[in-house]
């Protein structure tokens, strides 16, 4: 079945540092894929998107490019500030028959040291 | 934001017990999501709800788990009996239809089996 893959458990950088967070996904149909963000306390909320339409997301300085031949989407921001430590989640929307699920890859604990 | 609401945010019951968890999805929204989270882990999906039916559970929703959502009231997950194992936290989530659409996620409701 379909999947999600997320090899970096925690990250840990220093404000102004470059974020990169490895995410690849496995699937038999074009995918639509998300990076989610949930903070201390709160539910997961949407941080950019990606369909095979627009093959890149950018929000509030994250990006995210879908790479087919690499079946990644990898997360990057230029500049970490300590407001963006939180947990990220690679996230594969899947359709069958009349179904839709998010399929969650383990997630990355994101901590930005002031 | 479109906000999810889940009642109560804490819940301790005895184990055998049943135990209901309630969702104010976000208004106008058609698809309706459970997802079970152990403390440090994955997001899980449980199940989905659409037009009044269960359109696909996962191996995690064990026969004990039941979801309705009478007359547009609250859609709720119902647990009877609980057992130790479903400790966790469940977010109840909502989408305006299936397809490419943003999630909207509740804050959760941390639920304790003892």
Redesign the interface.
């Given at each position: 079945g379909d999947s999600v893959t997320q090899m970096q458990g925690q990250v840990t950088l220093s404000e102004d540092d470059f974020l990169f967070i490895n995410c690849t996904y496995s699937t038999t149909w074009y995918p639509?894929l998300f990076w989610y963000v949930q903070y201390p306390?709160?539910?997961?909320?949407?941080l950019l998107?990606v369909?095979t339409a627009n093959n890149k997301g950018i929000s509030r300085g994250f990006e995210a490019t879908y790479d087919k031949r690499t079946t990644s989407f990898h997360l990057q921001k230029a500049s970490v500030q300590e407001s963006d430590s939180a947990v990220y989640?690679c996230v594969l929307?899947e359709?069958?028959?009349?179904?839709?699920?998010?399929?969650?890859?383990?997630?990355t604990q994101l901590t930005v040291m002031p | 934001g479109p906000k999810?609401l889940q009642i109560p945010s804490h819940q301790i019951i005895d184990m055998g017990q049943m135990v209901t968890l309630n969702c104010d999805p976000v208004s106008n929204h058609l698809?309706f999501?459970w997802?079970k989270q152990i403390l440090g882990?994955?997001?899980?999906?449980l199940v989905?709800f659409?037009n009044g039916k269960v359109?696909?559970k996962s191996k995690l929703f064990k026969d004990q788990f039941s979801v309705e959502r009478p007359d547009g009231s609250y859609f709720t997950l119902k647990i009877q009996p609980t057992a130790l194992e479903d400790s966790a936290v469940y977010?109840c989530?909502s989408?305006p239809d299936?397809?490419?659409k943003?999630?909207?996620?509740?804050?959760?409701t941390r639920l304790t089996v003892v």
């Open positions: 639509t306390g709160e539910g997961p909320q949407l998107k369909t989640y929307g359709a069958s028959s009349g179904s839709w699920q998010l399929i969650f890859g383990s997630g | 999810v698809y999501y997802y882990q994955q997001m899980e999906f989905n659409y359109m696909e977010f989530a989408s299936r397809g490419e943003e999630v909207f996620f509740g804050k959760g």
